[in-house]
């Protein structure tokens, strides 16, 4: 049977879905909506979709719709998914789920009252480079990991339009960039939860009300402790989005550039694992990680299982933002209770 699929905006990641879903046999985008009609009408034809909306409200009123995938603005998140989840409708939700906790616990909420799965497109974990890491952690080749390094930052270039407004995206580089950080670390450490959050976070590249700069220290509750970067427009990067390096203590691991190195006290050698992946990659956010998300997402409807990353792990990933946000504001840790 056909599962018709809707995309809610039309911008650069709705691209990466769209192309995502027209490779999965069975499966059939079948609405987009912008509230722009020349935008919605541009993108049908791009795939070839015979239903565009300038509302969601009226898509989900037609009805005839298994799932949607959205991707608009972080303030429009939340809402496209409870009335998405409230009608019965799967859902696929780019990162970051909400503008925050309770928003994102909001979505939770709908899915389990109405039995619609949710996901968070948390792309990332459908990486290979990142998967082949995931493996060596689980293998224990790095022994118990004490502590990681991440990366989510632009070098030289920075986003505008709502990315930078407030009041559409809820925060600025950490939530556009750092997030992916955030996520790799917690994936590769088997998703333990925050403890703490302590967080330096400023404006110093552009004249917006978000921010451009910004390092958070995650105590996790199995004792690990992660540093993450984030920024636009900085002058430099120690590695690209979602890098991240792992110390144990019987190695060290990274994804970007993705190799292990085994240090032999008794032969007083290291051992170097590459796993042979190019770096730097041809495209480092590939289309293939993004079809691998759609596919798993298509999978879990039909097969009437769970997402993993699902609103759990969403939430876990905003209660982190929330915290940064706080302890840049006080100057303090802030502490982060239970699941």
Request: proline share 5%; aromatic share 8%.
């Amino acid at each position: 049977m056909t599962l018709k699929i809707g995309l809610i905006g039309t911008g650069y990641i709705a691209d990466y879905h769209a192309r995502a879903a027209k490779k999965i046999a069975g499966v059939q985008i079948t609405a987009v909506v912008n509230n722009q009609s020349q935008l919605a009408a541009a993108f049908a034809q791009k795939y070839d979709i015979p239903r565009q909306y300038t509302s969601v409200e009226d898509l989900l009123q037609d009805g005839d719709i298994d799932a949607i995938s959205i991707n608009v603005p972080n303030a429009f998140h939340a809402p496209f998914a409870v009335a998405a989840l409230a009608a019965g409708v799967h859902v696929i939700v780019e990162k970051p789920m909400a503008m925050n906790g309770t928003e994102a616990q909001s979505i939770i909420d709908a899915a389990q009252k109405s039995g619609a799965l949710l996901m968070v497109a948390h792309c990332w974990r459908f990486d290979e480079e990142v998967l082949w890491l995931k493996d060596q952690v689980d293998s224990g080749k790095l022994g118990r990991i004490i502590r990681t390094k991440g990366y989510g930052v632009h070098a030289n270039w920075g986003p505008s339009g709502w990315f930078t407004q407030a009041d559409l995206a809820g925060g600025g580089a950490l939530v556009d960039m750092g997030i992916h950080a955030i996520d790799t670390a917690r994936f590769l450490l088997g998703d333990p939860q925050p403890a703490s959050v302590y967080a330096k976070i400023g404006t110093f590249y552009g004249e917006y009300d978000v921010d451009d700069t910004g390092i958070v220290i995650v105590n996790w509750d199995n004792g690990v402790t992660s540093s993450i970067e984030s920024g636009w427009w900085q002058p430099h990067m120690d590695g690209p989005e979602a890098a991240t390096q792992l110390y144990g203590n019987r190695g060290f691991g990274e994804v970007f550039p993705t190799h292990l190195s085994l240090p032999n006290p008794e032969t007083e050698t290291i051992e170097a694992i590459d796993p042979g992946f190019p770096h730097p990659r041809a495209e480092h956010c590939p289309q293939v990680m993004y079809d691998n998300q759609m596919a798993y997402f298509v999978d879990c409807v039909r097969n009437g299982r769970a997402p993993n990353p699902g609103g759990a792990e969403g939430l876990v990933n905003m209660k982190i933002l929330d915290a940064a946000y706080e302890s840049a504001r006080s100057g303090n840790v802030v502490k982060i209770g239970g699941k």
